[in-house]
């Protein structure tokens, strides 16, 4: 079995895609409990999340000027607390794909780094036999003139 055939990183990956779902539940609940977090982050996004929805449901059955009513604020901050809920869990699934991406990138450059110190390595050996199959050439050459020479001689 290859090294690296069962990557620990995904394995831990999934561990916090899995634990973000109970984490952003304890967020929601600890949001409607404080005031502050209610009024200031839950009860914003829920109001506009629903007068957009509504607004946008009454363009689709064709109402143009009807006016939308705000939730009350239990329904809005409830509403908000899920969006923030949900927020979360995208958040942490979206990191955990760009540090998955990252991790993808950075095992392909050294892959690529490898094949090319690799195929850089393998030129320099052609070119060192190339230039011993010039010397050897050069030798027998040599060697054969000699020999001719030799022979005129005798």
Known sequence: MAVGAFPIAKLLYLGVRQLSKP????????????????????????????WVEMKTKMRIM????????????EAAA??????????????????????EYSRQAANSKRKEEELSHTIGSLQTQIGELA???????????????????NQRNI
């Open 78 to 99: 409830e509403l908000g607390a899920e969006l923030l809920g949900e927020a979360i869990i995208f958040i942490i699934g979206g990191g955990c794909m760009i540090l």
């Open 23 to 50: 984490v952003a539940n304890r967020l929601k609940a600890g949001a409607l409990r404080s005031e502050f977090f209610k009024t200031y982050v839950c009860l914003p996004p829920g109001q506009i999340y629903h």
């Open 62 to 73: 064709g109402f143009r000027g009807a006016t939308i009513k705000p939730l009350n604020e």
């Open 131 to 149: 230039l011993n199959t010039e010397t050897l050439d050069a030798r027998l050459r040599e060697a054969v003139l000699k020999r001719s020479i």
